[in-house]
């Protein structure tokens, strides 16, 4: 069955980094274009950022355009985001999904990771 497990989460002081993981079994993830979407508490899902198959071509919202950057490791079946300069509104539970279709469908998600940006 799909399965996608993310980590990295944590606290963090505004202007830090982190680096989430997602590790992904039960389907061939170089078949699928990748989400990173997060939820802030109280607030509704917000698509973060896209990769496509091979990972040559990368989308970003423009909250985090500059500041966050998707990779994938198809060898590895992981997908990666890169968190830089960090502000306390970044702060959400981030959860990878599987595209299936355009960027704005998707099938499966993983339980998320939680970040707290604060001092």
């Known amino acids: 069955q799909v399965q996608l497990v993310e980590s990295g989460g944590g606290l963090v002081q505004p202007g830090g980094s982190l680096r989430l993981s997602c590790a992904a079994s039960?389907?061939?993830?170089?078949?699928?274009?990748m989400n990173w979407v997060r939820q802030a508490p109280g607030k509704g899902l917000e698509w973060v950022s896209a990769?496509?198959?091979?990972?040559?071509?990368?989308y970003y919202a423009d909250y985090v355009k500059g500041r966050f950057t998707i990779s994938r490791d198809n060898a590895k079946n992981t997908l990666y985001l890169q968190m830089n300069s960090l502000k306390p509104e970044d702060t959400a539970v981030y959860a990878c999904a599987r595209v299936w279709a355009g960027i704005e469908d998707m099938d499966y998600w993983g339980k998320g990771t939680l970040v707290t940006v604060s001092s």
């Open positions: 990769i496509n198959l091979a990972g040559s071509s990368t």
């Open positions: 039960g389907f061939t993830f170089n078949n699928y274009w």
